[in-house]
């Protein structure tokens, strides 16, 4: 099942069976039984698949205290705050490349030193299929979701797994 969504991943198609179907066929059948409202191409809006609680942890906070918030809140990643600002974003292949693989003392290295600092946004009003090609163009597993100027959501690789997999549960999701 992991090649199949490798595969998935890489060519923006899913194994089925021995066919290859690609993603706009199944969410297109699919789709009416699930009385979901999509656009005219068939894909759910992101407004209705983002994280709308957003979390987040100031920007002097210890890499440890992070992955204990992701711990805890079975997440991998975390906006990053400064006086009432996103600043960035952690996550958790942060930490591993840039905290654990260049060996720092994550008890005593700060949250803004391991962040992206380059916010990857999306508007609200773009769709599961354009979130899902842009992570995949940005090599990103997280866009923040953003109504003009301001932030509303948050939307993870894994919601758009979870959301391609309730259309053809052959999908696995680990």
Known sequence: MHQAIALYLLNHRIVY???IITIESIIKKEMSS???THNS???IMLAQIMQTTLKAIPHGASVVEAAEKMRQESIGGLLVEKNGTFVGILTDTN???KGVGAKKN???TKVEEVM???LPTIQVSKTSHEAFDLMGDLGLRHLIIC???RVVGLVSLRDLLLYFRSL???IGVD
């Open 168 to 170: 053809e549960p052959n």
């Open 106 to 108: 994550l008890e005593q």
């Open 41 to 43: 191409g068939g894909y």
């Open 116 to 118: 992206t600092t380059t």
């Open 17 to 19: 069976g021995l066919d």
């Open 34 to 36: 699930f009385g979901i």
């Open 95 to 97: 930490i591993v490349r």
């Open 147 to 149: 109504d003009g100027d």
